[in-house]
T-cell receptor, first 115, second 114 residues
């Protein structure tokens, strides 16, 4: 089955610790995205990548970092600089870019909490 | 600046009734408007999408109505069922100058009661 796999489902972070959230897709999609979801806030874009070895900051990139070394993988690191990391993190992917938008497919998320 | 405004925040509808969720956008360059459905603990799933060259799109019990001049679009769920209880998000993006990420509304929590 094709899809997006996010792991772990639940993650706990200690103060001052960096943690990495995994996102893998086997849909052969070019573009991948990371969103943060807080209650009543909708989905806010953290980072996105339209092609391997390239990525752009979204609206709330501070305190986060990403890499895109392989087409199928787009890990997100929540650094100690992110002072309020407790949230539900969603990874998504889409087929391509121009000339038309392609629908985004989402994983089932990782819930990150502070210990 | 919130580019896509969604209302209401929450909605309670009787089984068999019509659920209506509204969204308004500011950026006239937006040309793709999807709706997503999210169940607790799951990622959002694409429900239906529309482009501004049509005023309405229907898929089963779900209809998007689009008003380009007012910069508004809405989701109508006909014959609402308890299984439709979920959070719904509208979104928008532009594609003419290159694919851009979706901008999401804040979501509407729908409860369909028997």
């Amino acid at each position: 089955d094709g899809g997006i796999t996010q792991s772990p489902k639940y993650l706990f972070r200690k103060e001052g610790q960096n943690v990495t959230l995994s996102c893998e897709q086997n849909l052969n999609h070019d573009a991948m995205y990371w969103y943060r979801q807080d209650p009543g806030q909708g989905l806010r874009l953290i980072y996105y990548s339209q092609i391997v070895n390239d990525f752009q900051k979204g609206d709330i990139a501070e305190g986060y970092s990403v890499s895109r070394e392989k087409k199928e993988s787009f890990p997100l690191t929540v650094t100690s600089a992110q002072k309020n990391p407790t949230a539900f993190y969603l990874c998504a992917s889409s087929l391509g870019s121009v000339p038309t938008n392609q629908p985004q497919h989402f994983g089932d998320g990782t819930r990150l909490s502070i210990l | 600046q919130q580019q896509v405004k969604q209302s209401p925040q929450s909605l309670i509808v009787q089984k068999g009734g019509i659920s209506i969720i509204n969204c308004a956008y500011e950026n006239t360059a937006f040309d793709y408007f999807p709706w997503y459905q999210q169940f607790p603990g799951k990622g959002p799933a694409l429900l239906i999408a529309i482009r501004p060259d049509v005023s309405e799109k229907k898929e089963g019990r779900f209809t998007i109505s689009f008003n380009k001049s007012a910069k508004q679009f809405s989701l109508h769920i006909m014959d609402s069922q308890p299984g439709d209880s979920a959070t719904y998000f509208c979104a928008a993006s532009r594609s003419k100058t290159g694919n851009t990420p979706l901008v999401f509304g804040k979501g509407t929590r729908l409860s369909v009661i028997a």
